[in-house]
């Protein structure tokens, strides 16, 4: 077994067999995004599911929280109408029959069904193609960003995405009012820079809010993630990476 798979195993799973958060060099990085809300009671475990899959540097995570689960005594305050859009999305995109919490989405080509016995592990032991877009995120010395992309000329989108890399709430409403809940990598703002290109692309600054931001490179339609990279600054934030 390949030592991101038996990373993955140890840290997801809760295998009694001590392991080394080591990558594989061999390995693509993974891309998961998890569809989510602080409203949803099924919810939380889900969100520990990504605080540990971001601390290994072969994932790039991203919460997006949805706003179907919104309601006269509780709003999400992640919740957008960008992300909820997103996996709207992904729902035409891979023929799924409705929208659900929590939603894992993973390189843009495969839905996990979180309460399915097996379905995340069988997901990431699955192999993934190497990458043919590599991107670089690069901090500048004023605090803004760069990202360097090269690949073959290829159709596909251009995708930054800023991010608060860990927040505490408390809930007051919805199914779990009284919880106070701990998210990691919650999405703030999602913009399309245009299309793919090689060369060098100038980020927006990141909002007084975010401590982190990603680029995807996505095939069009929301298909395949071709390459990504991310880059967090808050305090307690993941090592950044890319691919």
Known sequence: MRVLRSVVLCVIFASAVPCALAADPAAPQRVVELYTSLGCSSCPPADE????????????????????????TFKDPFGSHASTERQSEYERTLKLSTAFTPQIILDGRQSVVLSEPGALRSALESPEPAAPVQVALSRQADGAFEASLQGPPTAADVWEIGYVSKATTKVHGGENKGSTLTTYNNVTSIRRLGSFAPGTLHLQPLTSREDGVAVIVQAPGQGRILGASAYATGAGAPASGGH
């Open 49 to 72: 599911i990504a605080g540990k899959l971001r601390e290994l540097p072969d994932f790039i995570v991203l919460s997006f929280h949805v706003l179907y689960w919104d309601g006269p």
